[in-house]
């Protein structure tokens, strides 16, 4: 036994005490299996400096990224029932439910503000996929009929972030019916002459792309975000083919005309400002002194 390492050391870290270092310092791309540092991370907006992976961010930072100066104003959204089917299946849903707002802090899978966006005034919905995978229900349908009438109301634009696994099974027929609700919502937007813009985001799947997810006047990705409806598992087992490689990637998309452009996350901001200014969105108003 070497008694430097094995009483000597132990006793000293002891005697003087031992700091503990903070366990969220270093994070691994889950692409490359690079270590990163925290701040390193946070100043690339979680794209990895190695590969340029992106990570997937939550609604909160993405807020923060798309602002003018990360300033902007948070709606209250409405409430809806909790558990309106009283659905249990090995948790009940009123137990998933605050189980997620606990860990994410957000009463459901999305917030509204608004604020300016290259100097241009807009609205902006960003989904969380922390919060049961993003999933639609009445709750998400709600948010974006209020950013669609908040954006008419203030003649600004209307830019949506989607990460979303699909609809929620919890809610049954109730989420399905945000399909056609979240449409009239856009509807609402385009007929009042105003652009509707959708960043889609890893993953975008199930029932959110089959809505309001690529109705968009213009749709951006992020590079190599997975876009689609059902798994590729699922239409291959189909059609029984084997799919082409890169299918439902955002590159991919944008090659068969799916979607407009593919942008990194650190030129997304600068590229929806030049937007919004192509589009003769009206200018923010300054804010009061």
Known sequence: MNWLT?????????????KEAPDNLWHQCPQCQQMIFHRELEAARKVCPHCGHHMRATAQERLGWTFDDASFTRIDLPKVPADPLKFQDKKRYSDRLSDSRKKTGMDDAVLVAHGSVGGHKAVVMAMDFRFMGGSMGAAMGEALVSAARLAVLQRAALIVYTASGGARMQEGPISLMQMPRTTIAVQMVREAGLPYIVILTDPTTGGVTASFAMLGDIQIAEP?????????????????????EGFQRAEYLLEHGMIDMVTPRGELTATLGRLLGLLHVPAAEPLAA
Not at 9 to 16: E, G
Not at 224 to 244: H, Q
């Open 6 to 18: 094995e009483f000597v050391r132990p006793r000293v870290r002891t005697l003087l005490g031992r």
């Open 224 to 244: 190599n975000a997975l876009i689609g409806f059902a798994g590729a598992r699922v239409i291959e087992e189909t059609i029984r083919e084997k799919l082409p």
